[in-house]
Nanobody, 125 residues
Framework: VQLQASGGGLVQAGGSLRLSCTASGRTFSSYTMAWFRQAPGKEREFVAA????????HYADSVKGRFTISRDDAKNTVYLQMNSLKPEDTAVYYC???????????????????WGQGTQVTVSS
């Protein structure tokens, strides 16, 4: 599976962005999909994930209520709608895929086998 992330950019605090991640291959619907982010000098951290089996979702506390993850299996694409952006959301955002990933491991970086190249999100104050 190859993942291509897009949609990043520069936005003012309080603004919105929508990230997209498109996957190659015909088994996209069998992958739990997630977004992670990494700010300069910091570890990569979990942001949000959506299950392959029932589209259940899981969010980091820091983004809950502001970000929404969704998927369109017909388009092999997962989205991350980001609203009420804050300067601390500034990071490179990566999409990731876990084949038939379990719901209880959605936030675990090491279970994801495939990663996109990242897209930069910068939020100015």
């Amino acid at each position: 599976v190859q993942l291509q992330a897009s949609g990043g950019g520069l936005v003012q605090a309080g603004g919105s962005l929508r990230l997209s991640c498109t996957a190659s291959g015909r088994t996209f619907s069998s992958y739990t999909m997630a977004w992670f982010r990494q700010a300069p000098g910091k570890e990569r951290e979990f942001v949000a994930a959506i299950s392959w089996s029932d589209s259940s979702t899981h969010y980091a506390d820091s983004v809950k209520g502001r970000f929404t993850i969704s998927r369109d299996d017909a388009k092999n694409t997962v989205y991350l709608q980001m609203n009420s952006l804050k300067p601390e959301d500034t990071a490179v955002y990566y999409c990731a895929a876990d084949f038939r990933g379990a719901r209880w491991t959605m936030a675990v970086t090491s279970v994801y086998d495939y990663w996109g190249q990242g897209t930069q999100v910068t939020v100015s104050s």
